[in-house]
């Protein structure tokens, strides 16, 4: 059916064009032989196609368009014939004896633009005369055409300031006269298409309104480029006349639209000088109107405005804009009972955003619109509408982007109360776009009280909201978000180490609170930031804050205790280990025995009870032996103790090449170079041996189960070893221990069961070179190295 309907369309359309295209023929043809009757005969004809009804507005302008190319070579012969001699006055009588009117006013139009243009009458007169005849066509779709061909033809014959064709002292008051009279019955036509044709076809004529609405809209534009109207006409005769028409038209369509048009086409200080004026019609317009787009576009507009230059908000602050704008929004509102969230909220960002640009200094203005915000979604609950949280997510980050400063944002007492409206997900989006900009910036915040307020605001990403315990959240993201706390930990920082360390506490606080999954995300940036502290004071004169200090290196070990203690409930002993071992190391540094020995103590109880896989076994083993060797504040009971059990760990892990590097690295605890006391030559040669024991035993079983004695890389290791000692001054590792070594590897690499390994090759070979390397050298050093032959 509507297939049908198309055709037919499209075959009037083509009757139509040919009809016009065969006047216009004999038209051009009566106008080359100055047959002046024939051609107003002709084109009256090629006119009357324009008379039908049977065509939309989208076809009816491919029509009317090639008329008007027609009628502009029509205007171009009146004005030829008006310099010959014919008489204007006598031609715009004569096209009006057409026989049918709109013939009749299209040539009158046209014959009108070449008059004005003779100057022989004023032409306030001829246009006044012009747009009282055309409301002899009341059908909307010619008549909207018939009026826009008027506005076209005329718009630059308008008795206009600085125009040639200015007459007297009330000119322009005749040019707006004529354009407010054009543009009212435009609208009363456009209307008037609404309620015409039955109601199953409304959807097809607001389409077809809304392919039409620029021909009324182009009155208004006419309007703002007529020179002489100055913000006083604008305000006392041009913005009440063509609000009027706005409300008393009561068609949302045209209400919604021309308001549009109103805010887009005269300038941003007429808004602003009429704002009161403007605002006013916004609570009389249709309750269907969209007035949160039209208020939005409005503040933007102005937002912009003051943006452009510093020496135009005083304009802001005489008019009292903001006081005005709130008004109207709550007006708005109050006025729109059934108005969804989602439009009161875009009304409030696009007046933060207002604000925000004009009074930047005025916190308790923007504090004042979250307060409305929250006022209006109280009632809601949590929001679900995505739409409304979208909206809120711009109006909380306006600030931000504003003030590059969350401190300054979480001054704002409603904000954090704006946030509790969001629902879960929203909330993370909001807390992370918070922490980015935080860390865009290069935000420090140093005060507790801003680190209390901050947590609170982002508590979404740091534990589980009401009901967000069943959210399923992705791996990726996840990891993503717990990263951006713990970057943010890392930016809080205060000079003073009292309130450093109550931040600490704080941060703590929130964290802890977390649950087990966050923990590992969250635990050691605090726990590196207090050793940051302890570090600080470290430098400092003993006990700087006196008997009563309460911040003490000390004090900060016990609160970390306790921290990584919450560890093992994830549990994540590898973790929990390396940072009771970061922490021992920061005690040592403190000189606080006692302190170093009890991480120590935790660290080998995770390693005992908690950490069963044999590779984490080896890394955590190789951090053991790492800390405990740089430690200096052990005695030699302590030290005995921590060495020998880490040595006994060594000798317990599953696989023989694990048990014996373990082992040889246990050589170091017995031998530091910056320790006189710990120099025990005995027993970095008896760690030797049992390494060299161990990796014999591996070659074994090696050969007992593959039939192959495997590489000899260890051996090679255990001569780096020896090497290593022997040049640090070890009197028990001997130049004969070394040969012997050197040998075993020889013959080990010349033996037909062993596995070829070009990588130990290379190693040894190396090994090799830097003895001759060292010999060559000369000095000291060379003659150590002098009896090892190679």
Same mark, same amino acid.
């Given at each position: 059916?509507?297939?049908?309907?198309?055709?037919?369309?499209?075959?009037?359309?083509?009757?139509? %064009?040919?009809?016009?295209?065969?006047?216009?023929?004999?038209?051009?043809?009566?106008?080359?032989?100055? /047959?002046?009757?024939?051609?107003?005969?002709?084109?009256?004809?090629?006119?009357?196609?324009?008379?039908?009804?049977?065509?939309?507005?989208?076809?009816?302008?491919?029509?009317?368009?090639?008329?008007?190319?027609?009628?502009?070579?029509?205007?171009?012969?009146?004005?030829?014939? +008006?310099?010959?001699?014919?008489?204007?006055?006598?031609?715009? =009588?004569?096209? *009006?004896?057409?026989?049918?009117?709109?013939?009749?006013?299209?040539?009158?139009?046209?014959?009108?633009?070449?008059?004005?243009?003779?100057?022989?009458?004023?032409?306030?007169?001829?246009?006044?005369?012009?747009?009282?005849?055309?409301?002899?066509?009341?059908?909307?779709?010619?008549?909207?055409?018939?009026?826009?061909?008027?506005?076209?033809?005329?718009?630059?014959?308008?008795?206009?300031?600085?125009?040639?064709?200015?007459?007297? +002292?009330?000119?322009?008051?005749?040019?707006?006269?004529?354009?407010?009279?054009?543009?009212?019955?435009?609208?009363?036509?456009?209307?008037?298409?609404?309620?015409?044709?039955?109601?199953?076809?409304?959807?097809?004529?607001?389409?077809?309104?809304?392919?039409?609405?620029?021909?009324?809209?182009?009155?208004?534009?006419?309007?703002?480029?007529?020179?002489?109207?100055?913000?006083?006409?604008?305000?006392?005769?041009?913005?009440?006349?063509?609000?009027?028409?706005?409300?008393?038209?009561?068609?949302?369509?045209?209400?919604?639209?021309?308001?549009?048009?109103?805010?887009?086409?005269?300038?941003?200080?007429?808004?602003?000088?009429?704002?009161?004026?403007?605002?006013?019609?916004?609570?009389?317009?249709?309750?269907?109107?969209?007035?949160?787009?039209?208020?939005?576009?409005?503040?933007?507009?102005?937002?912009?405005?003051?943006?452009?230059?510093?020496?135009?908000?005083?304009?802001?602050?005489?008019?009292?804009?903001?006081?005005?704008?709130?008004?109207?929004?709550?007006?708005?509102?109050?006025?729109?009972?059934?108005?969804?969230?989602?439009?009161?909220?875009?009304?409030?960002?696009?007046?933060?955003?207002?604000?925000?640009?004009?009074?930047?200094?005025?916190?308790?203005?923007?504090?004042?619109?979250?307060?409305?915000?929250?006022?209006?979604?109280?009632?809601?609950?949590?929001?679900?509408? #995505?739409?409304?949280?979208?909206? %809120?997510?711009?109006?909380?980050?306006?600030?931000?982007?504003?003030?590059?400063?969350?401190?300054?944002?979480?001054?704002?007492?409603?904000?954090?109360?704006?946030?509790?409206?969001?629902?879960?997900?929203?909330?993370?989006?909001?807390?992370?776009?918070?922490?980015?900009?935080?860390?865009? &910036?290069?935000?420090?915040?140093?005060?507790?009280?801003?680190?209390?307020?901050?947590?609170?605001?982002?508590?979404?990403?740091?534990?589980?909201?009401?009901?967000?315990?069943?959210?399923?959240?992705?791996?990726?993201?996840?990891?993503?978000?717990? &990263?951006?706390?713990?970057?943010?930990?890392?930016?809080?920082?205060?000079?003073?180490?009292?309130?450093?360390?109550?931040? %600490?506490?704080?941060?703590?606080?929130?964290?802890?609170?977390?649950?087990?999954?966050?923990?590992?995300?969250?635990?050691?940036?605090?726990?590196?930031?207090?050793?940051?502290?302890?570090?600080?004071?470290?430098?400092?004169?003993?006990?700087?804050?006196?008997?009563?200090?309460?911040?003490?290196?000390?004090?900060?070990?016990?609160?970390? /205790?306790?921290?990584?203690?919450?560890?093992?409930?994830?549990?994540?002993?590898?973790?929990?280990?390396?940072?009771?071992?970061?922490?021992? =190391?920061?005690?040592?540094?403190?000189?606080?025995?006692?302190?170093?020995?009890?991480?120590?103590?935790?660290?080998?109880?995770?390693?005992?009870?908690?950490?069963?896989?044999?590779?984490?076994?080896?890394?955590?083993?190789?951090?053991?032996?790492?800390?405990?060797?740089?430690?200096?504040?052990?005695?030699?009971?302590?030290?005995?103790?921590?060495?020998?059990?880490?040595?006994?760990? #060594?000798?317990?892990?599953?696989?023989?090449?694990?048990?014996?590097?373990?082992?040889?690295?246990?050589?170091?605890?017995?031998?530091?170079?910056?320790?006189? /006391?710990?120099?025990?030559?005995?027993?970095?040669?008896?760690?030797?041996?049992?390494?060299?024991?161990?990796?014999?035993?591996?070659?074994?079983?090696?050969?007992?189960?593959?039939?192959?004695?495997?590489?000899?890389?260890?051996?090679?290791?255990?001569?780096?070893?020896?090497?290593?000692?022997?040049?640090?001054?070890?009197?028990?590792?001997?130049?004969?221990?070394?040969?012997?070594? %050197?040998?075993?590897?020889?013959?080990?690499?010349?033996?037909?069961?062993?596995?070829?390994?070009?990588?130990?090759?290379?190693?040894?070979?190396?090994?090799?070179?830097?003895?001759?390397? *060292?010999?060559?050298?000369?000095?000291?050093?060379?003659?150590?190295?002098?009896?090892?032959?190679?």
């Amino acid at each position: 059916m509507i297939a049908d309907g198309v055709e037919d369309e499209e075959k009037w359309l083509a009757a139509g %064009i040919a009809g016009l295209q065969q006047n216009a023929f004999f038209m051009h043809r009566a106008l080359d032989s100055n /047959n002046l009757r024939d051609a107003l005969k002709y084109s009256a004809q090629m006119l009357s196609e324009l008379r039908t009804s049977k065509l939309s507005p989208h076809k009816y302008y491919e029509l009317y368009m090639r008329a008007f190319d027609e009628l502009r070579k029509l205007e171009i012969f009146f004005k030829e014939e +008006a310099r010959r001699g014919c008489s204007i006055i006598d031609l715009y =009588e004569l096209v *009006q004896h057409a026989g049918n009117i709109l013939p009749r006013l299209y040539l009158l139009c046209t014959v009108g633009s070449v008059y004005i243009k003779s100057k022989e009458a004023p032409a306030k007169d001829v246009l006044k005369d012009l747009v009282e005849m055309c409301r002899g066509i009341q059908h909307p779709v010619r008549g909207l055409f018939l009026r826009s061909y008027l506005s076209q033809v005329s718009r630059d014959k308008l008795p206009d300031i600085g125009s040639e064709y200015e007459g007297d +002292a009330d000119t322009v008051m005749d040019a707006v006269e004529f354009v407010l009279q054009n543009f009212t019955e435009m609208n009363k036509l456009w209307v008037r298409m609404q309620h015409q044709g039955p109601a199953r076809e409304k959807e097809k004529r607001e389409k077809e309104r809304s392919e039409l609405r620029d021909l009324v809209g182009k009155n208004l534009h006419v309007l703002s480029q007529v020179e002489g109207v100055d913000l006083d006409m604008y305000k006392d005769t041009v913005l009440p006349r063509v609000l009027e028409q706005v409300v008393n038209c009561k068609d949302d369509i045209a209400q919604y639209y021309l308001m549009d048009c109103i805010i887009q086409v005269f300038p941003d200080e007429y808004h602003l000088q009429t704002l009161e004026i403007l605002l006013g019609a916004c609570p009389q317009l249709q309750p269907s109107v969209d007035v949160k787009t039209v208020l939005s576009q409005l503040m933007e507009r102005l937002s912009n405005y003051a943006a452009s230059s510093l020496e135009v908000l005083p304009e802001f602050l005489q008019v009292e804009a903001f006081s005005k704008l709130n008004n109207a929004i709550g007006k708005v509102i109050e006025a729109q009972v059934d108005m969804p969230t989602v439009g009161a909220v875009t009304l409030y960002s696009s007046l933060l955003t207002f604000t925000l640009h004009v009074h930047p200094d005025r916190l308790d203005y923007a504090d004042q619109v979250l307060g409305a915000c929250v006022k209006k979604i109280a009632s809601k609950g949590k929001l679900e509408d #995505s739409r409304a949280t979208k909206q %809120i997510v711009a109006l909380l980050s306006a600030p931000l982007e504003k003030y590059n400063d969350i401190v300054t944002a979480l001054k704002l007492s409603n904000y954090p109360r704006v946030m509790q409206y969001l629902d879960n997900e929203t909330n993370k989006v909001m807390a992370t776009v918070i922490i980015q900009s935080i860390m865009k &910036n290069n935000t420090q915040i140093s005060a507790d009280d801003n680190v209390e307020a901050l947590f609170e605001l982002i508590k979404g990403l740091i534990k589980d909201l009401d009901g967000a315990a069943n959210d399923k959240v992705d791996d990726d993201d996840f990891k993503e978000e717990q &990263n951006s706390v713990a970057r943010l930990i890392q930016m809080l920082y205060n000079e003073d180490p009292e309130e450093m360390f109550k931040i %600490i506490c704080t941060v703590r606080k929130h964290i802890l609170s977390g649950g087990p999954k966050r923990l590992p995300y969250t635990v050691p940036p605090l726990v590196f930031s207090s050793l940051k502290l302890i570090r600080r004071l470290q430098g400092q004169d003993e006990n700087p804050f006196g008997e009563e200090a309460s911040t003490t290196p000390k004090k900060i070990f016990q609160l970390l /205790n306790q921290t990584i203690e919450a560890l093992s409930n994830v549990p994540a002993p590898e973790l929990a280990l390396q940072l009771y071992l970061q922490c021992a =190391e920061a005690a040592n540094d403190c000189d606080l025995e006692p302190v170093a020995y009890e991480f120590f103590t935790q660290a080998y109880i995770l390693y005992e009870e908690e950490i069963s896989d044999s590779k984490a076994q080896v890394t955590a083993l190789h951090l053991i032996i790492g800390t405990l060797q740089r430690m200096h504040v052990f005695g030699v009971e302590n030290r005995d103790t921590l060495t020998h059990k880490a040595t006994g760990y #060594s000798a317990k892990l599953l696989k023989k090449p694990d048990q014996c590097r373990a082992v040889y690295a246990c050589s170091h605890l017995f031998w530091v170079d910056d320790q006189d /006391n710990v120099k025990d030559g005995e027993r970095v040669l008896l760690c030797l041996k049992r390494a060299l024991r161990i990796a014999n035993a591996a070659q074994q079983m090696s050969n007992a189960a593959r039939g192959s004695t495997g590489s000899v890389t260890l051996f090679v290791e255990i001569l780096n070893k020896y090497l290593y000692f022997f040049e640090k001054g070890n009197p028990q590792i001997s130049v004969a221990a070394i040969l012997s070594l %050197i040998e075993l590897i020889t013959t080990e690499m010349q033996n037909d069961s062993s596995t070829p390994d070009p990588a130990a090759d290379a190693f040894f070979a190396g090994t090799l070179r830097y003895i001759e390397f *060292q010999k060559q050298k000369g000095g000291t050093m060379g003659e150590k190295y002098e009896p090892i032959k190679v």
